[in-house]
T-cell receptor
């Protein structure tokens, strides 16, 4: 089975950098995803990692270490609109469509 | 505009009354999924489909049925809804070989 852990809530200041961690324990691994979800809205895709290392996309970066079962999402130059929940999800081996999500991290950006 | 459309957006129903939540995508995606989202539990996959007539159970399939007779549609059927199926439901679709899934706007279901 899958077990995914993320902090429940985080607070950061506008303009700062924040790192949201995700640890996972899976019976097999075929990729890790990060989604953003604003309150009352649908999740939207942020990033995908399947190999170790850092993937950068604008203000957002995502890191993966498969040996440690660990990922983080890094948000730079925080803006108020970044206040949202950030969902970590893992795809197990042998499937292209099955995804297991963590419970999400609610990020509050303050002035 | 590329989108995943769910209907209805909000529904209040009574225990035992069969209902269907529709999901339609206009991107010709092979993969479609249904999730429910509950406080403290996150998004949990109910069923997924890899193509027409190919479906499989996710993590929480009990009490739900799905069908995939056409590529664009993936309805979620609750034959006999119960209060523990009160939740926010999301449909999603994705193209083969791509990593980004597109989610519908959600259906908030209340079973009383």
């Amino acid at each position: 089975g899958q077990n995914i852990d993320q902090p429940t809530e985080m607070t950061a200041t506008e303009g700062a950098i924040v790192q949201i961690n995700c640890t996972y324990q899976t019976s097999g691994f075929n990729g890790l995803f990060w989604y953003q979800q604003h309150a009352g809205e649908a999740p939207t895709f942020l990033s995908y990692n399947v190999l170790d290392g850092l993937e950068e996309k604008g203000r957002f970066s995502s890191f993966l270490s498969r040996s440690k079962g660990y990922s983080y999402l890094l948000l730079k130059e925080l803006q108020m609109k970044d206040s949202a929940s950030y969902l970590c999800a893992v795809r197990p081996t042998g499937t292209a469509s099955k995804l297991t999500f963590g419970t999400g991290t609610r990020l509050q950006v303050t002035l | 505009e590329a989108q995943v459309t769910q209907n209805p957006r909000y529904l209040i129903t009574v225990t035992g009354k069969k209902l269907t939540v529709t999901c339609s995508q206009n991107m010709n995606h092979e993969y479609m999924s249904w999730y429910r989202q509950d406080p403290g539990l996150g998004l949990r996959q109910i069923y997924y489909s890899m193509n027409v007539e190919v479906t499989d159970k996710g993590d929480v399939p009990e009490g739900y049925k799905v069908s995939r007779k056409e590529k664009r549609n993936f309805p979620l059927i609750l034959e006999s809804p119960s209060p523990n199926q009160t939740s926010l439901y999301f449909c999603a679709s994705r193209e083969i070989g791509e990593t980004e899934a597109f989610f519908g706007q959600g259906t908030r279901l209340t079973v009383v």
